[in-house]
C-alpha cells in the first residue's frame, strides 16, 4: 500500500474505450423492461384515436370483466389523485395561456395518442387486449393542424383560453438599429422555412415500474427517463406525496434525445396507483404508442430577413416564427424555441437583431426538447439565408461567410442578442474546413460535370454553426423564467484502498459518463481511471442533480467533478504535508504520489494518505477523518462550440433522389476529454440531423391523424444511407470553465440540415432558384426541378 | 406491439401442415413472419390459429434441373442470394433476393412466404413474374402447378386456396438478359417503384408498388414487340394502371418514376 506508485500519464484527450459499452453490445444491460418485479400490475393505456373530439362516454365494463383485468379508470375515477396538472415548467411570458393538462383526458381528447383511460391487469397482454374493450364514445370535432391555421383562430382548440396562441415572446433590443438596417439595406434577404416535426424514436422506448416499499409510505420509480431529479421533485408535486418519499433511478436508459427530458402521464399513473393499489405498477411503450404519445421535435414556420450593405455585410437580422407546441404544454414545450432565439445571426457579426416566436396550440402530440432543441432551428434558418444572400449579392457562398464572421479578435463577443459568445477563431476553423473537405476540388468537379450534360448534378453545402450549450447559469435561466436552476453536482470519494467514488448528479443515457467523469478524477489524481467508479441516475446515492440534456453535462457536470476533485486533492495534500514533515507549498503531486521539493527521497504515494485519511490515527489537529468532497458548480456563462459543416450530395435530375456522398465536419467543442466519445457524439448527430433534412418527418393529416406512426413509414436512416463521416477538429478552449470544454452532444444535428439542404440547392442553383423544405424527399426535389422548368 | 391470442401448431411436413388448415378456415401458415407478424401486432391480422411450417426442412433447396431451376419455398432470402446454382443459372433472383429488407429480414425471410403473401410492394413476386415462373402448391388432392401471371389476384390476394401450401418455385435457366430496377429512399424499404425486365425471347417487364399486385407493364411488352425505341416504350409503362399514392409518392410521381426506371431497365438489358 505504500508502494510508490508507476506515474500514469494523463487521460485527458485519449482515446479511452467506453466502459459502458461491453454489457450493452452482449445484452446485458438492465432496462426498465428488463426489470423482474414480482407481483406487479400492468397499465395498458386507451389513446384518442382522432385528432380533436369531445368523449361523449366511456364503457368500462367489457374491460372490467376481462381476464386478468384488475381495474379500469377514467378521469374522473382518478381526479382525486393529483395534487396539481402535468408539469410545465418554463411560463415563457407572464400572460402565457395553458390548458389545463391532467394525465388522463377530460371532456374532449386534443391529439392521437391523448389518453383517456388506463386498464390495470395481471400482464402486459391482458392489459393491451383489454384496451381494446374499453368503449369510448366520441364526436369528432374540426382539428388544427396546420400553424398559421392555428394562428388565425378558426377552430379554437381550448375554448377557455379564448385562442390557440399560447405565447408572444419577444427580443429587440435595438428596434431602431433594426429600422435602420432594413431602410438602407443595399441586400434584403426574406425567406420562408418549415422545421417540419420530428419523432425523436430512441432504441428503447419510454418505460416506468414503481414499487411501493412494504413498509414506511417509500415508492422507488424506476424510469427510462433523462432526468431522475427533476422527475422526483416533479413527481411529488403533482401526486401529493414528499419527494423524501420518492427515490428515482434511471437503470440503463436506450437513449433519450431530449424525449426523455419530461414528465409523463403514464409515470404519473403507476405512481399514483402504485399508491391506490400498494403493489408495483409498471408500463412500458409500444412503438407505436412512442410515435403518439412521446414528445416531438421541432414543429416551426420560419420567417428570416437579413439586411447588408452593398459588400454583402450584415447590417441587421430579423427572425419571426411560429412555434407548435402541439396539444398540450409538456415540461418545457414552451421554452424549446427561445434556446435559439438568440442565435439566428448565427457565427455573423451584425449591429442590429431582432427574435420574434409566437406559440401556438395544434391538435398534435405536444412538442418538446429534440437533441439541439432551438438552436438547429436558428442554425439552419440564418445558414440557409445567408447561401440566399450569397446568390443575391453574387459571391460565392464561401466569401459570403467570410466577409460576415464574428472577428476572432471580438472575443469575448457581446452579441447583439445579449449573449456573451466565450471563445472562437471562426476564420481559422472554416479554413481548415473548406482546404480537409477540398473546396476548390469539389466546385472544380461540379464544373466539369455540368460541363459534360451530366444528370447527376454534384452539390456542396456549407454550414458554419454556433450554438450555446453547457445549460446553464442558474441567474440567466431565472430571467428567462425558467423554473430551475442549471448548476450540476459531484461528490468524489476517495476509499480507504484508494479506490475513488464519483457521484454525479448528471444522468447519462447513452453518453458515456462513466468513462468521461473517470477520465477527470483519474487525470486529476494521477491514477489509472480504471480505479475510478461513477455513481449516477439514482436519487438515494446523488441527491442533488440536474440530468442530462442540453449538452450540459460535461461542462457543468464534467466541472463539478474536475473540482470536487481538487478539493479532495487539497484535503490529501495537507494531510501528506503533516505526515512529510514539510509545508504543503513545498509538495509537488505527481503520478498519484506526493514529495517534498529538493528532497526526493521523502515520496508518499496518495495511497498512504487514503488510508491514513481512514484510520485517521495521525491526522493533522482538528482535521476530519476521510477524502471526500462535494461541490455544486454553477457555470458562469454559455459555452459556445462552433464548426464548418460541408456536404457533397448527387442529385438525380431524373428521379430527384439525393445522394450525400460525403460529410465533413470540422467541430470545435472546446478541449476534448476523451475523442473516441466526441467523435461518436458527431456520428450520431449527424445521422439524426441528415435524417431531419433527407428522411424524417411526423406527417399528419388534416384530421390530426398521424400518418407515420410506425418506422416503416417515419424514416430514420441507417448506415446504408449514411457516407463515412470525415471528421476534423479545432481547439478553442473556454474560459468558462477549467476544464476549458463546450459541449458535442447537439452539434451534428444543429449543424446538418442546412448544410444538406443547402448542397441540394446548390447542386441545382443552374436550373434556376430552388425552393425546397425539409425533409428533401425524391419526390420533393424531383418537383423543385420540374417547377423551375415550368 | 402485442399480437391477438392465437393457437400456434408445428408442422414437420407438408401433409401434416395441409391437415393441419384443413379444418381451420381461420388458420394461417407461417414460415419467416417477416410479412405476417408485423401485421398481427397491429392487429390487422387475427388468425386463430398459426401453423408454422417453418421447420420442415426438405423445403429448403435450390436444384438445377437442367432448363430450370427448382427452388424449395422454404428457402430464405440469404440462401437465394448467395446459392452458386442462382448466381450463374438464375442471377436475377439472386440479386433481388440481396435486395428485400434488411439482413436480419433476410435471414429470417423466405421466398415462399414472400410469393404467397402477394404483395404488389414486394420484391420477388414482380420478379417471379418476369421471370415467367412457375409456382408449385400442394392440397390435399396433390400438387399442381400455377404460373406466376396467373397466381396474383389482388390486394395480399393469391390463387392458393386456403388449405394449399406453395412448395416450390421453379424458374427458367441461363437468362442472361435482366435488369432489376429497385427505387426507394432507404436501402431497408419497400421499394417505392421498382422494375423487373427479362428477355427470353422476348420482353418482360414487370412493375413493383404500381398496383395492389405485381404488374405487368403491358403497354411497354406491346411497344417493344412492335419495335418501338426504348423511350417510347418506357413511356407506356404505366398504360392501363392506376397507381397508388402514399406518402412517399403521388400517383403523378409514381408514374414518372415508372418510365425512368423501365427506360434504366431495358437499357440495361442491351
Known sequence: ?790 | MYPASFEYLRALSVAEAISMVSNNEDAKFIAGGHSLIPLMKLRLATPSTLVDIGRIGSLSYVKDEGSQIAIGALTRHRDIEISDVLRSKAPMLAHVAGMVGDPSVRHRGTIGGSIAHGDGASDLPAAVLALDAVLVVEGPSGRREIKATDFFKGFLETALGADEVLVEIRVPSDIKAWSYQKFNRRAQDWAIVGVAAVRNGTTRVSLVNMGATPLRATGTEAALASGASLDDAALRADEGIDPPADLNASVEYRRHLAHVLTKRALSELG
Open chain 1, 1 to 790: 500500500m505504500t508502494t510508490v506508485q508507476d506515474a500514469v500519464p494523463g487521460v485527458i484527450g485519449t482515446r479511452v474505450l467506453r466502459r459502458e459499452d461491453p454489457e450493452l453490445l452482449t445484452g446485458e444491460g438492465r432496462f426498465t423492461d428488463d426489470l423482474k418485479i414480482p407481483a406487479a400490475l400492468w397499465l395498458g393505456v386507451v389513446r384518442s384515436p382522432f385528432g380533436r373530439a369531445k368523449i361523449l362516454s366511456i364503457d368500462t365494463s367489457a374491460a372490467k370483466a376481462a381476464p386478468g383485468v384488475v381495474a379500469v379508470y377514467t378521469a374522473t375515477d382518478l381526479q382525486s389523485e393529483w395534487a396539481g396538472p402535468i408539469p410545465s415548467a418554463w411560463q415563457v411570458t407572464p400572460d402565457m395561456k395553458s390548458p389545463a393538462h391532467y394525465p388522463l383526458a377530460s371532456g374532449s381528447a386534443n391529439y392521437v395518442g391523448d389518453p383517456v383511460a388506463v386498464v390495470v391487469a395481471n400482464s402486459p397482454k391482458e392489459a393491451a387486449d383489454a384496451v381494446g374493450m374499453v368503449d369510448v364514445e366520441y364526436e369528432q370535432l374540426p382539428a388544427v393542424v396546420d400553424l398559421e391555421d392555428a394562428l388565425s383562430d378558426r377552430v379554437v382548440i381550448h375554448s377557455e383560453l379564448g385562442t390557440n396562441v399560447s405565447y408572444v415572446w419577444e427580443l429587440n433590443p435595438n428596434p431602431d438599429g433594426i429600422k435602420t438596417a432594413f431602410d438602407n439595406a443595399a441586400y434584403v434577404v426574406k425567406e420562408r422555412y418549415i422545421q417540419q416535426r420530428l419523432i425523436p424514436a430512441a432504441m428503447e422506448p419510454r418505460s416506468v415500474a414503481v414499487v411501493p416499499s412494504p413498509m414506511g409510505g417509500d415508492y422507488t420509480v424506476y424510469s427510462a427517463t433523462q432526468i431522475p431529479h427533476i422527475l422526483k421533485v416533479m413527481l411529488g408535486l403533482t401526486v401529493g406525496i414528499s419527494e423524501s418519499k420518492i427515490r428515482v433511478i434511471a437503470p440503463a436508459v436506450g437513449g433519450g434525445f431530449g424525449s426523455k427530458l419530461d414528465v409523463y402521464p403514464e409515470e404519473l399513473l403507476c405512481l399514483a396507483l402504485a399508491r391506490k393499489h400498494r403493489l408495483p405498477v409498471r408500463w412500458t411503450e409500444e412503438r407505436s404508442e412512442n410515435s403518439q404519445a412521446t414528445i416531438q421535435g421541432r414543429g416551426q414556420v420560419q420567417w428570416i430577413e437579413l439586411a447588408a450593405d452593398a459588400n454583402g455585410k450584415l447590417t441587421g437580422v430579423r427572425a419571426d416564427i411560429i412555434a407548435d407546441m402541439g396539444g398540450y404544454q409538456q415540461l418545457i414545450t414552451a421554452g424549446v424555441p427561445l434556446l435559439g432565439a438568440f442565435l439566428y445571426h448565427g457565427v455573423y457579426d451584425t449591429p442590429a437583431y431582432a427574435f420574434k416566436c409566437t406559440g401556438v396550440y395544434t391538435n398534435k402530440t405536444p412538442t418538446d426538447a429534440y437533441r439541439g432543441a432551438g438552436r438547429p432551428e436558428a442554425t439552419y434558418a440564418i445558414e440557409r439565408a445567408m447561401d440566399a444572400l450569397a446568390v443575391k449579392v453574387g459571391v460565392d457562398t464561401v466569401e459570403i461567410r467570410r466577409r460576415n464572421f464574428i472577428p476572432t479578435e471580438s472575443f469575448p463577443y457581446n452579441s447583439p442578442a445579449g449573449l456573451v459568445f466565450d471563445s472562437g477563431d471562426y476564420a481559422a476553423n472554416f479554413t481548415q474546413g473548406l482546404n480537409f473537405a477540398g473546396y476548390d476540388a469539389l466546385r472544380k468537379k461540379q464544373a466539369e460535370m455540368r460541363a459534360s450534360g451530366s444528370k447527376k448534378h454534384l452539390g456542396i453545402g456549407i454550414s458554419f454553426f454556433v450554438e450555446m450549450c453547457g445549460l446553464a447559469p442558474s441567474r440567466v435561466l431565472a430571467s428567462l423564467n425558467y423554473s430551475a436552476g442549471g448548476w450540476e453536482s459531484a461528490t468524489v470519494r476517495i476509499l480507504p484502498t484508494c479506490k475513488v467514488q464519483v457521484v454525479t448528479g448528471t444522468a447519462p443515457h447513452g453518453q458515456g459518463h462513466e468513462t468521461s467523469w473517470a477520465m477527470i478524477a483519474a487525470d486529476k489524481l494521477g491514477i489509472s481511471p480504471d480505479d475510478v467508479e461513477v455513481l449516477h441516475s439514482d436519487t438515494a446515492i446523488s441527491p442533488f442533480g440536474l440530468d442530462t440534456y442540453g449538452s450540459r453535462s460535461l461542462s457543468v457536470g464534467g466541472t463539478a467533478v474536475y473540482i470536487a476533485t481538487e478539493r479532495v486533492l487539497d484535503k490529501a495534500r495537507k494531510i501528506a504535508a503533516h505526515l512529510l514533515e514539510a509545508s504543503e507549498e513545498d509538495l509537488d503531486y505527481a503520478g498519484g504520489n506526493f514529495s517534498v521539493k529538493g528532497s526526493p527521497e521523502k515520496v508518499l504515494p496518495l495511497a498512504a494518505v487514503a488510508f491514513e485519511s481512514f484510520t485517521a490515527h495521525n491526522l493533522p489537529d482538528g482535521m476530519e477523518p476521510n477524502l471526500e468532497a462535494s461541490t455544486s458548480w454553477d457555470p458562469p456563462n454559455f459555452t459556445f462550440p462552433y464548426g464548418t459543416h460541408i456536404a457533397v450530395v448527387e442529385v438525380d435530375e431524373d428521379t430527384g433522389k439525393v445522394d450525400l456522398v460525403r460529410y465533413v465536419a470540422v467541430d470545435d467543442c472546446g478541449n476534448r476529454i476523451n475523442p473516441l466519445i466526441v467523435e461518436g457524439q458527431v456520428h450520431g448527430g449527424l445521422a439524426q440531423g441528415i435524417g431531419q433534412a433527407l428522411f424524417e418527418e411526423a406527417v399528419y393529416d388534416e384530421t390530426g391523424n398521424l400518418l407515420t406512426a410506425t418506422l416503416a413509414d417515419y424514416l430514420v436512416p441507417s448506415a446504408a444511407e449514411l457516407p463515412s463521416f470525415e471528421l476534423d477538429h479545432t481547439v478553442t478552449p473556454s474560459p468558462t470553465n477549467p476544464l476549458g470544454v463546450k459541449g458535442i452532444g447537439e452539434a451534428g444535428a444543429i449543424a446538418s440540415p442546412p448544410a444538406v439542404m443547402n448542397a441540394i440547392v446548390d447542386a441545382l442553383s443552374h436550373f434556376g432558384k430552388i425552393n425546397i423544405d425539409m425533409p428533401a424527399s425524391p419526390e420533393k426535389v424531383w418537383k423543385a426541378i420540374q417547377a423551375t422548368k415550368a
